[in-house]
């Protein structure tokens, strides 16, 4: 012992420079080390008697995690709250433990997780993205991204966790229609009304693909779910009527230039108005304006169509297929949904009719806002056991989808609602939301609401919603609105929002492009592909710059010194020598180089030098944590010197952010060193290949399966039962009319080749004449129109006097002969330019002077949708009795380029009002006003009370902001008389050299008859026949005359005579008859031949309204109206008594069978 106690002392003395706790120093060293490498369990305790991850020998393989998902634990731990091994790394999500839950039986995730719950989700950033209304919104495959696309051309990328802007998509020229990511998180693509779909890499923001394709706005657009080797598809679909198939390499991401193609335009005018894929991919459905439902097969080597569903009777708006299987939904402004599956050769339907409602005392009061009922948007639950519908009653109602009964009606809304988006995993839950900017989340079980939001935005009111996604993981939803927001809502505390500008552009957003060949843009300041420059500055709606704080949170710049952002202040001299403080962002100058190009130029080159120094290689790693970037800052040692010519917008200023181009820096100009760090950026990442893979396979098994059961129900033998049916209802001539239709007298077409109103035929029976009606028949002219005993009469329609109230008298502008300029008095074939604005002005003046009660919900506008003008043909006409007395037009569309109808149209009720500017326009007038192409300063006169007044064009803007293509009252005049007014071009005139001016400036000169003959509408080829129109006319005149000589024809020689029968004018709300024809006639009022077969027609039309059906009068007033009928018809007779022998031989032919049989 002694031995060893004396070695030990040497030991000591020889190395005295080692301290008492060297071992816990060199302990204290290598633990951190180690934690570095592998890292202990518990951190923090120092031990050297430790073991498994607290041991100082550990190595990488004691520390392996293991996996254990939640049903491992739930078996462990019989459902109870597992604790965790020390060595899983990861606790499982909810949703793996909820799930373990349910499969022991110890809970079910309703239980786990209440409806109630969802009342914690809130608001935590509105955000002022966009300068336009944004109707897109969709989440990237992780929910780690939001994409928003906007009516301002443009596509942004959001962080779904902190609400930073990360980048924007330019490229587009019009409104953002529709968006798409594919499902490998690689991909974007973008819709527009520019006709062009663009795809962008997530990756690095590069473009892709630029897809020219289609003639007209993509109105959807949609990434394929199968998966075929490396072939994906895309498809978009237009308002050209035409689906596009565009065909993808999943791994090269290399587009083909050419798609299948599909044109599916039943008649001109027809859109592909929505679209959805199966949740395999094997089957897309499309919903057209046509009515037509149309079903395309991607199991074949190339896509192909196999059904075109015909049920719906108007626009099909809406489609939807499940989430598993092969079932989908349809949604129509026909009032119903049907839920579509494929059996036996055929794709049979269940109707789900919103007029159906509830039993019981739970009727929302809302049922009856409507009459026509429309179907808005169509969605399913996570589960497929339920279909929910938005009718344009403002009410989502809730469908058993395998029965077709409604279960719950869900009230709330006070605006159309056309936003339904399921929850991604938990089928109880809905979202919805609308005009009306109100969020609901609903519980479909209950049928009840469980929170809603309302998106009032300060000083503006509130704004519309139009689009909402919910994330993947069911945590986070996002809202877009009319007014350029993003709505970002979620579970947990709003920390990480706050940390944002409420308005985040970047100063690049709206710089112009230029444009290649294939339609890929650059940037035209820097000449740099938009995804190549590098990091833009963050401003806000004016274009003033964030401070420092808010530009870190630009991609790139999240670790740059204060100095190395961009300046806020800088002192600047102005055009008199005198220096000033200015917003160093905001300055321009005419010079090759702006200032900001120099500043960003100089800290450039000063941080390269510096990290070259530091022995750093530059490098940008763009979005990274650790990222260094291109900076901006103030250089103390220079000099600013330029005109202050403001480029960004101050507070108050018009062009605010739309601006930014102006100081276009060019030391935005990317560098190669600029392009390697671009290259290796990832501002959206790919998911894992995991969770890839089992995705891919999980949709691979879905399209297999969708192809088994359509191969096996293509086998099956086919029920004719629904064929029989459609194949006898056209055999026997039955035809379906809208029943919106409320006039007797429209009809189909309105051509040359128009027949007027056809009466109501009857089927021919036996009948005996008593001497009674002999006796009617002699005494013809005493009786002439006498009034039906049975018709009842509104009270005060007759005066002291007897006579009728001057109210109840058609209007002069119906009664007139002469035909006039203005005001318009529609006939039969018009073809006519409809101003919406012009037609909400009368609205308003009627009910402004309570003229007449009038439902705002039937005008045309709230009905469907309707441009600030619109081309259109008048196909039916009719009067309704007053007072006032209305005219009633049905409109058909046109197409604008061949001129035909596109099969749909519109109703308007209207009168003609003293202060209220004409809307229907003749499209000859209209053509002939826009070739003039009037500009400022030009002289011009204008046919005011039968006088000519002149006046000076002073400027052109629209009439209403909300209408800015409209002509309609475009131009700002001053009139020579110094009165100042506003004036479409139709009501312009050109003066012609020599014209006499008036004596005295400011006054008016009398129009002759030749001018006004001038002015009037010139009938086109074909309109009045073979002839032209004064031998039409004169032909017919002298076949009037003639017939005027019959004594049956002279009761409707004159117009009626009113103090004989007051109640006339009460009960015919059109008064015509052959002397004001022949008038017309005279005076060329008729602008073709339909116009004047038409007005023929009303004779008997009146007759019959006014008199017994069967009462001698109507029959006389028949044989009329037939001859002159059948002689304008056959215009090489040019003796009508002629006709009038042979209609009578007619007659007695058929009397004498009839006595026959």
Not at 79 to 102: C, D, F, M
Not at 347 to 376: Q, Y
């Amino acid at each position: 012992t002694e031995k060893y106690q004396e070695e030990n002392k040497q030991l000591v003395a020889a190395n005295a420079h080692i301290p008492p706790d060297y071992l816990l120093k060199i302990c204290e060293r290598i633990g951190p080390l180690l934690d570095k490498e592998i890292p202990q369990s518990v951190p923090g305790v120092q031990t050297l008697l430790g073991v498994g991850r607290q041991s100082l020998l550990r190595d990488a393989k004691d520390c392996k995690s293991t996996l254990w998902n939640g049903s491992a634990f739930a078996a462990l731990h019989r459902g109870r709250p597992p604790e965790l091994p020390a060595n899983y790394v990861k606790p499982p999500n909810v949703v793996n433990i909820t799930s373990a839950r349910q499969l022991t039986g110890c809970s079910r995730f309703s239980h786990i997780f209440p409806s109630s719950a969802y009342q914690h989700i809130k608001m935590h950033k509105r955000i002022l993205g966009h300068l336009s209304s944004v109707y897109c919104v969709a989440f990237d495959r992780s929910g780690r991204r939001i994409f928003t696309g906007s009516d301002d051309c443009l596509v942004k990328i959001w962080a779904t966790d902190d609400g930073r802007l990360l980048a924007t998509l330019r490229g587009h020229s019009a409104e953002i229609s529709d968006m798409a990511v594919n499902y490998e998180n690689t991909l974007i693509a973008a819709g527009s009304c520019d006709k062009v779909v663009r795809v962008w890499c997530l990756r690095t923001c590069a473009p892709v693909a630029v897809l020219q394709g289609h003639s007209a706005s993509i109105t959807s657009i949609q990434f394929c779910p199968s998966t075929k080797g490396t072939t994906r598809y895309l498809t978009s679909t237009g308002a050209d009527g035409t689906i596009c198939f565009w065909q993808w390499h999943v791994k090269t991401m290399k587009f083909r230039d050419r798609p299948v193609k599909f044109t599916e335009r039943s008649r001109p005018g027809v859109q592909i108005s929505c679209s959805s894929f199966s949740s395999g991919g094997m089957f897309i459905t499309t919903g057209s304006t046509d009515h037509v439902i149309r079903i395309y097969y991607l199991g074949s080597e190339t896509p192909e169509k196999i059904a075109e569903l015909e049920s719906h009777t108007d626009k099909v708006v809406a489609v939807q297929f499940c989430n598993n299987g092969d079932r989908f939904v349809s949604g129509s402004r026909d009032g119903t949904a049907r839920i579509w599956q494929y059996q036996q050769q055929e794709w049979k339907s269940i109707v789900l009719d919103m007029a159906t409602k509830m039993t019981g005392n739970n009727v929302p009061s809302g049922e009856d806002k409507v009459t026509k009922l429309k179907v808005t948007m169509v969605a399913w639950d996570r589960y497929d056991t339920t279909v929910i519908t938005a009718v344009n009653n403002f009410l989502l109602k809730v469908w058993n989808s395998i029965t077709g009964q409604l279960l719950h009606t869900l009230s709330g809304h006070d605006d159309e609602v056309f936003v339904l988006e399921a929850h991604p995993f938990d089928q109880r839950i809905i979202l919805s939301a609308g005009h009306d900017g109100n969020i609901f989340i609903w519980d479909l079980d209950r049928g009840t609401k469980i929170r809603n939001y309302f998106n009032m935005i300060e000083g503006q009111g509130h704004g519309a919603v139009f689009d909402c996604k919910f994330s993947p993981d069911g945590n986070h939803f996002a809202c877009t609105d009319s007014h350029g927001h993003l709505l970002l809502f979620g579970f947990g505390c709003s920390k990480y929002y706050e940390k944002i500008p409420d308005q985040m552009f970047f100063h690049t957003d709206y710089r112009p492009l230029i444009r290649d060949a294939n339609n890929y843009v650059l940037d035209e300041q820097t000449q740099q592909a938009p995804h190549l420059m590098p990091p833009p500055f963050l401003v806000d709606v004016d274009g003033n710059p964030h401070p420092t704080k808010f530009q870190r949170l630009v991609p790139g710049r999240e670790n740059c010194k204060d100095e190395q952002l961009i300046p806020q202040l800088g002192y600047v001299a102005n055009g008199d020598g005198e220096v000033v403080e200015q917003v160093i962002g905001q300055q321009t100058n005419d010079q090759d180089e702006s200032i900001l190009d120099g500043i960003i130029r100089e800290l450039q080159r000063e941080q390269d030098l510096r990290l070259i120094n530091e022995g750093d290689v530059p490098h940008f790693p763009v979005g990274g944590p650790n990222g260094e970037a291109d900076s901006l800052a103030e250089s103390p040692n220079m000099d600013i010197y330029s005109s202050p010519n403001i480029g960004l917008r101050r507070s108050g200023q018009i062009e605010g952010v739309r601006q930014m181009h102006n100081n276009a820096p060019r030391s935005q100009m990317a560098t190669e060193r600029d392009l390697m760090a671009w290259s290796r950026r990832v501002v959206v990442n790919e998911l894992n290949s995991g969770v890839s893979r089992v995705q891919e396979e999980c949709r691979t098994a879905k399209g297999d399966i969708e192809i088994s059961l359509y191969t096996v129900e293509k086998k099956k033998k086919p029920s004719y039962t629904t064929q029989r049916v459609s194949l006898v209802l056209q055999s026997i001539g039955l035809h379906y009319f809208d029943s919106s239709s409320e006039y007797s007298d429209w009809t189909a077409d309105a051509g040359i080749n128009l027949q007027p109103p056809k009466r109501q035929t009857r089927q021919a029976t036996r009948k005996i004449c008593s001497s009674s009606e002999e006796e009617n028949l002699k005494s013809l002219e005493e009786r002439q129109k006498k009034p039906k005993q049975t018709r009842k009469k509104k009270g005060g329609l007759l005066s002291m006097a007897g006579e009728p109230n001057e109210e109840w008298f058609a209007p002069q502008w119906i009664l007139d002969t002469i035909p006039r300029r203005s005001p318009f008095v529609p006939q039969m074939g018009d073809e006519l330019i409809y101003f919406r604005q012009g037609h909400e002005a009368y609205v308003r003046a009627v009910r402004k002077s309570k003229i007449y009660s009038l439902n705002l919900q039937k005008q045309p506008w709230n009905k469907m949708d309707l441009r600030e003008q619109e081309f259109v043909k008048i196909v039916g006409i009719k009067y309704e009795v007053g007072p006032p007395t209305l005219c009633c037009l049905k409109l058909a569309f046109l197409d604008p380029i061949s001129g035909k109808m596109t099969g749909e149209s519109f109703s308007i009720k209207y009168h003609d009002m003293p202060d209220v500017i004409d809307f229907l326009v003749l499209h000859q007038f209209y053509n002939e006003a826009k070739e003039r192409n009037w500009q400022i300063g030009d002289r011009f006169r204008s046919i005011i009370d039968d006088a000519w007044w002149f006046g000076t064009v002073e400027s052109q803007q629209p009439f209403q902001p909300e209408y800015p293509d409209s002509s309609f009252q475009c131009y700002s005049v001053h009139w020579d008389n110094n009165e100042r007014e506003k004036m479409s071009p139709w009501d312009m005139e050109p003066i012609p050299e020599g014209t006499a001016f008036p004596d005295e400036v400011g006054a008016g000169v009398p129009v002759s008859q030749e001018e006004l003959t001038a002015l009037l509408y010139k009938p086109q080829e074909g309109e009045w026949g073979a002839h032209s129109r004064d031998e039409e006319c004169e032909r017919v005149i002298q076949g009037i005359n003639h017939l005027l000589s019959l004594d049956f024809a002279s009761p409707f020689a004159v117009p009626v005579d009113l103090s004989a029968y007051p109640l006339y004018c009460t009960v015919v709300a059109y008064p015509t008859d052959l002397n004001t024809i022949r008038r017309r006639l005279e005076n060329r009022f008729y602008r073709r031949i339909s116009a004047l077969m038409w007005e023929v027609r009303y004779i008997e039309h009146n007759a019959r309204t006014f008199n017994e059906p069967d009462s001698p009068i109507v029959k006389a007033a028949k044989i009329v109206t037939d001859v002159l009928l059948r002689f304008i018809g056959d215009q090489s007779c040019t003796d009508i008594l002629d006709t009038y022998n042979k209609i009578k031989a007619e007659e007695l032919n058929s009397v004498n069978s009839f006595s026959v049989f």
